[in-house]
């Protein structure tokens, strides 16, 4: 079981440059989100799936687009990357029954140049 | 709109006394709250969330928050910090409001545990 992982862990990116953020999650959980990391302003929403078939945006879409592939996963895209996109991009999923919480894959270190 | 706060960037406290780790609301409704944990170059993990009864929640590694809904309040406590309990805290309240499944998340708070 392995949770939730991501790839890839680390990636430098130049100025227009595109990528795809890849995550999965094992749980059989139904919503899965999509957060960026930057000092000094927690965890900001980028876009969500409350489950499968379905996406949303969330605090700060701009420059971002994802696929909800499946149950298990849910990809996000940059398709034309800006220095302000260098961050930290976590991906959750939650859902299990009963439960609420959120369960957090490792992070992707993303550095736009 | 539903908000979190977390006013103090930084806890220092010296290991072996008690430690708290601060948290507000502001929601519509009865919230669920949430407590995580996050350590150098990881994800956040789950410590612990009150959902609905007793207003004191345990958690994992020995943690507990306190809900006080005249306070608006959901702080994190530990009776004993340790010096592996160093690391950046992050409370959350889940979007109920919105009819969706979003959480919003306060921007965390640094704890320092000094041996």
């Known amino acids: 079981n392995a949770g939730v992982t991501q790839t890839p862990k680390f990636q430098v990116l130049k100025t227009g440059q595109s990528m795809t953020l890849q995550c999965a999650q094992d749980?059989?959980?139904?919503?899965m989100y999509w957060y960026r990391q930057d000092p000094g302003m927690g965890l900001r929403l980028i876009y969500y799936s409350a489950s499968e078939g379905t996406t949303d945006k969330g605090e700060v879409p701009n420059g971002y687009n994802v696929s909800r592939l499946n149950k298990r996963e849910f990809s996000l895209r940059l398709e034309s990357a800006a220095p302000s996109q260098t961050s930290v991009y976590f991906c959750?999923?939650?859902?299990?029954?009963?439960?609420?919480?959120?369960?957090f894959g490792p992070g992707t270190r993303l550095t736009v140049t | 709109a539903q908000s979190v706060a977390q006013p103090e960037d930084q806890v220092n406290v010296a290991e072996g006394n008690p430690l708290t780790v601060k948290c507000t609301y502001s929601v519509s409704g009865n919230p669920y709250l949430f407590w995580y944990v996050q350590y150098p170059n990881r994800g956040l993990q789950f410590l612990l969330k009150y959902i609905t009864g007793d207003n004191l929640v345990k958690g994992s590694y020995g943690f507990e928050a306190e809900f006080n809904k005249s306070q608006t309040s959901f702080h994190l406590k530990k009776p004993s910090a340790l010096v592996s309990d160093s690391a950046l805290y992050f409370c959350a309240v889940r979007d109920l409001t919105s009819g969706t499944y979003k959480y919003i998340f306060g921007t965390g708070t640094r704890l320092k545990v000094l041996a």
């Open positions: 959750a999923s939650s859902g299990g029954l009963g439960t609420y919480e959120q369960y």
């Open positions: 749980m059989n959980h139904n919503s």
